[in-house]
């Protein structure tokens, strides 16, 4: 799998390591890049919050974007059933529907179908 990386530690690696050369052997999937570090607030209202990216995503071909009012949890992780998911070349977002002068924060994943990775965090309080 081109997004699996395999790191070792020792000469050579056993399956039970018992070798006293032996090492363990760590293999990471890599869902590649979140997306382009150019995640921002575009615009904002009393009601909505355009957040915008760049099309920089990786092996991931979608994002998803999970929200929370400040003081009331962290967000929420993008796997969690209240994130939405938005498909192939979408670089931004209106949230809408949202109160007057509050905070809220947006967890903004990379997500290859399967999984999504952590995010990165985002906040912004409307008008």
Do not use: H, M
Not at 7 to 26: C, E, K, L, R
Not at 63 to 72: D, E, S
Not at 110 to 127: Q, V
Request: with cysteine; aromatic share 8%; hydrophobic share 30%.
């Amino acid at each position: 799998d081109s997004n699996q990386t395999t790191i070792t530690n020792g000469a050579t690696s056993s399956t039970d390591n018992t070798s006293d050369q032996a090492g363990a052997v760590y293999v990471y999937r890599s869902i590649s890049r979140l997306f382009d570090p150019d995640l921002r607030v575009s615009a904002k209202t009393a009601t909505s919050v355009t957040l915008s990216w760049g099309s920089n995503l990786g092996s991931t071909t979608q994002v998803k974007i999970a929200p929370v009012v400040l003081g009331t949890g962290s967000p929420p992780l993008c796997t969690d059933g209240a994130a939405i998911t938005l498909g192939a070349g979408v670089t931004n977002y209106v949230y809408s529907g949202l109160t007057t002068a509050t905070a809220y924060g947006f967890r903004v994943c990379g997500f290859d179908g399967t999984s999504a990775s952590e995010g990165a965090l985002i906040r912004e309080t409307t008008d």
